[in-house]
């Protein structure tokens, strides 16, 4: 038998293997593959690490996708991006795809990875920050293009909270983090399975958060959103990319170091230790009843409705829809 790089590909699949970076490029010239982009919401981290591990895997390759994980500027950026067509997906929540379909941008999730939002506030143990009354006079930290920072707002609104009794500092990561961490904030915005877990070791426990959910604002998390037209145009690589995801994720949860590891290739700054702690704690966010019906994946109607209604409320959304599944579609899912 020839030893192409064909062959040493399905060898290393079989032996559950993972082929260098040079060896998959290669690969990918040697088959006809769909170059794909998907743009994350910021940089690389532990609780999207199953894209990256995803692609070191095969998997989408497998699929018949040659996919680019990029970084991103925020989530309205990425969003731009695909509404433009530069990328092909965007990870993003249904609460800022509902505010950007308001202003015309032609998307759609196609997979709604997280049914569980893991937007929080993070504090100093010392500020006794417990509940959205408690930020009234303070500093928060937030990031620019956001959705913790959207939804901070909406947070601030349904628990009748003035915006203008807290001072809200919108910059990017890096000096969010150094606001907090300098003590010129008693708190930040971030999820539950990312910054509450880096400041924690960072501070060496010295912080605390409240979940957004549990002041009213329960809304979804992370989605695979795509452009209506691209969804239209090419439903078969729509499904070949949510369906190499899901497995990704799959994977990626059951062999967390592995997918750090990704992680680290392309980060080697990064602790791996609290990468592998974010994402185990993203396996919660992924399942509800509603998955424990349909699957991992599945968008809800009636969350949908929940959300729209909430963000028209409090959220700044000007413009709803009568029927919610013009957001999403879950035709892509795998069957089984």
């Keep these: 038998m020839k030893l192409t790089r064909r062959t040493l590909l399905v060898c290393a699949t079989a032996l559950g293997l993972t082929l260098p970076a040079g060896m998959t490029e290669a690969l990918a010239q040697d088959k006809d593959l769909k170059k794909v982009t998907v743009r994350l919401a910021f940089n690389y981290n532990g609780h999207r690490s199953p894209y990256l591990l995803g692609v070191d895997k095969g998997f989408y390759e497998e699929e018949g996708l040659d996919v680019e994980v990029l970084e991103g500027k925020g989530v309205t950026s990425s969003m731009q991006l ?3 067509k530069q990328d092909t997906f965007a990870i993003i929540d249904p609460p800022s795809l509902m505010l950007g379909a308001a202003q015309g941008m032609p998307l759609r999730i196609v997979a709604q990875l997280y049914q569980v939002s893991p937007n929080a506030v993070i504090s100093w143990k010392e500020e006794n920050i417990k509940k959205p009354a408690d930020l009234v006079g303070k500093t928060v930290a937030t990031l620019q293009g956001d959705t913790t920072t959207t939804m901070l707002y909406a947070l601030l609104a349904r628990n009748d909270v003035e915006r203008s009794d807290v001072k809200i500092v919108a910059t990017d990561g890096g000096t969010r983090n150094q606001t907090f961490l300098a003590k010129r904030a008693a708190a930040l915005t971030g999820f539950s399975n990312d910054s509450y877990l880096g400041m924690k070791a960072t501070t060496e426990g010295d912080v605390d ?3 957004y959910s549990d002041f009213g604002i329960d809304t979804m998390g992370d989605a695979l959103a795509a452009n209506t037209d691209t969804i239209e145009e090419d439903p078969e690589m729509i499904a070949a990319f949510v369906k190499a995801t899901l ?4 994977y990626a949860l059951e062999h967390p ?7 680290i290739k392309r980060s080697p700054t990064r602790d791996k230790d609290v990468a592998v702690e974010k994402l185990k704690a993203t396996a919660d966010l992924m399942t509800s009843d509603v998955t424990e019906e349909h699957g991992i994946g599945y968008s809800d109607k009636a969350r949908f409705e929940q959300t729209q209604e909430l963000m028209a409320e409090f959220g700044g959304l000007t413009k709803t829809v009568d029927d919610v599944s013009v957001y999403y579609t879950n ?3 795998p069957k089984n």
């Design 209 to 211: 958060y409240f979940m």
């Design 331 to 333: 035709e892509f899912l």
């Design 247 to 250: 497995r990704s994720y799959a």
């Design 82 to 84: 695909v509404a433009n």
């Design 257 to 263: 170091e592995e997918a750090i590891d990704s992680l």
